[in-house]
């Protein structure tokens, strides 16, 4: 399977510290790919860098030249939900069209909210949505103008289980129907590893393990993702 993201020695400093060392994986075209590592590890930084929100110092960052990828055919979610608090859920979709300098029918704005299941909020301002109905309208947001990859940080966050189960459903639908690549940074890893087909796994800026998640567990014999990344970090520290 080809490539879509490929990063090679990719380095970044803040104030004279390394947070990125060297950095180097590959995403596949049309894969889940969960990115995984301890608080700090680096994990919200390569995700800026790859959106291109700061600079790198070192490295190369590239794109499948033949998908064309540019900002617009990217869609993320950084930092938790972003919305428009005094908007609804439709204008808070028309300002992310507007903004990405894409043309976007009332019908297709209509179609992503009811995919996230906001159908019936209706004209309700955000600023009175729960965290839930907050997170669904990220991922609406995130999808304006089909990107061919998304890019979601924590997107289950603080849901409750109803919740999570709902977003995990939406990644397979999403992932099915439209074979959009997905990397997904999150702490839980017993739902991650229900999505997902290969892992990065990065510990204080530096890469642990790229590929896929079979090959993940069988490397440290262990039958859940949460299992091999604890075995996988502590035998880093046993090194250290």
């Not at 972003?82 to 908007?87: D, E, T």
């Not at 790229?210 to 075995?231: A, P, R, V």
């Amino acid at each position: 399977m080809e490539n879509i993201i490929e990063f090679k020695n990719v380095c970044k400093k803040f104030n004279k510290t390394d947070v990125i060392k060297n950095v180097s994986f590959k995403i596949k075209k049309g894969s889940v790919c969960g990115f995984v590592g301890p608080n700090g590890a680096g994990k919200t930084t390569i995700i800026k860098l790859l959106l291109g929100i700061i600079p790198k110092d070192k490295g190369e960052i590239n794109f499948n030249a033949e998908e064309k990828i540019s900002v617009n055919k990217i869609g993320s979610i950084v930092g938790g939900p972003s919305y428009y608090a005094n908007l609804d859920a439709y204008k808070n979709i028309q300002l992310v069209a507007y903004m990405k300098d894409i043309e976007i029918k009332k019908e297709e704005i209509l179609e992503l909210i009811d995919l996230v299941g906001l159908k019936n909020a209706g004209k309700k301002k955000v600023k009175n949505y729960s965290l839930g109905m907050k997170q669904r309208l990220s991922i609406a947001m995130s999808l304006v103008g089909n990107p061919k990859v998304l890019i979601w940080d924590e997107p289950i966050n603080g849901l409750d289980p109803e919740g999570i189960i709902e977003v995990r459903q939406l990644i397979e639908k999403i992932h099915r129907d439209n074979n959009i690549t997905f990397l997904i940074s999150s702490h839980i890893l017993n739902e991650l590893d229900k999505v997902i087909d290969d892992i990065i796994l990065i510990n204080a800026g530096e890469i642990m393990y790229s590929g896929s998640l079979d090959n993940f567990l069988q490397k440290y014999q262990c039958d859940t993702l949460e299992e091999s990344y604890i075995t996988c970090i502590n035998a880093k520290k046993k090194v250290e």
